[in-house]
């Protein structure tokens, strides 16, 4: 039996909780403790080190009067073990995949992940292929307008005093167009490029979001994933943020051209996507 690591690498707002949630419906997957482990992100992404920051603090909170059984404090010093040495992550996973014989599947599902490179991803596959296991990159693209304005009202929601929610929205929008936690993760033709470099064209799992939601698709993944097929629940989105107007269309546009190179790079890289039918945004463009 085929024992596979999924490593999702976004992107963000590109429906990557719900595939996490539908891969929980199926017997033939173990999840552990998270959805996001933030191991490699934190170690080699200088805009990702708050999350390196919060994981050293959380175990020395934790960790400063442990007590037997404390699941928190266990889980707290496991993460930090993972980035202190990444042959624990590697165990971890695998130790998972043989928790029960009828896993065929494990995953860490970390959107940021896309922002990392070429020798990252090449040790992740060494490390997982020295214990015969095989990794599966899943990355998920969405229209680059329609996924910074999610973003956008993400943060608006969640943070109260986020300048999201303070600015006017379609100029905030232009205002995020060259920020990396924006920009980075809307480089799609980055992060296949360095895909492409470590796996092959039939090692990865490419999707759209505007596809998703199709029991073709699901059942496409579930084959590349070695597990059975189970009936989603496509009523169901997590983190949705709702829209209560829509951009005007010269921010549309503005959005658009700036991301140029993204959407001639997908269009070319995948020429059997309908790219202008999945995304609108691309007939500024393209």
């Not at 909170?61 to 059984?69: F, I, Q, T, V, Y």
């Not at 009828?102 to 214990?131: N, W």
Request: charged share 25%; aromatic share 12%.
């Amino acid at each position: 039996m085929t024992k596979t690591f999924l490593l999702g690498v976004g992107c963000q707002k590109g429906g990557t909780t719900w595939l996490y949630d539908y891969l929980t419906t199926s017997p033939e997957f173990t999840h552990g403790y998270r959805k996001e482990y933030h191991v490699f992100d934190a170690l080699d992404l200088p805009s990702e080190k708050h999350a390196r920051d919060r994981m050293v603090a959380r175990a020395h909170e934790r960790l400063a009067h442990p007590e037997p059984g404390d699941r928190r404090a266990a889980t707290a010093a496991h993460r930090l073990s993972m980035l202190l040495d990444p042959q624990f992550y590697f165990d971890y996973f695998t130790g998972l995949l043989h928790r029960r014989p009828t896993t065929r599947l494990v995953a860490d599902v970390t959107p940021s992940y896309g922002m990392l490179g070429a020798e990252r991803f090449a040790s992740i596959r060494t490390g997982f292929a020295r214990r015969e296991v095989t990794t599966l990159p899943v990355f998920l693209m969405r229209d680059p307008v329609e996924r910074i304005w999610s973003q956008v009202r993400m943060h608006a929601r969640i943070y109260k005093n986020h300048a999201a929610g303070k600015t006017d929205s379609a100029a905030f929008v232009l205002q995020q167009l060259d920020r990396p936690a924006y920009a980075r993760r809307t480089a799609y033709d980055e992060t296949i490029r360095t895909l492409d470099s470590v796996f092959g064209p039939d090692e990865i799992y490419y999707g759209f979001y505007e596809q998703l939601f199709t029991e073709t698709e699901v059942r496409r993944l579930c084959d590349m994933a070695g597990i059975d097929f189970v009936t989603p629940g496509f009523e169901q989105r997590v983190h949705f943020s709702p829209k209560t107007s829509d951009l005007p269309e010269e921010t549309v546009q503005a959005v658009a051209e700036h991301y140029r190179d993204v959407y001639v790079a997908v269009a070319e890289r995948f020429p059997d996507v309908p790219i202008a039918e999945l995304w609108p945004s691309s007939r500024f463009v393209l």
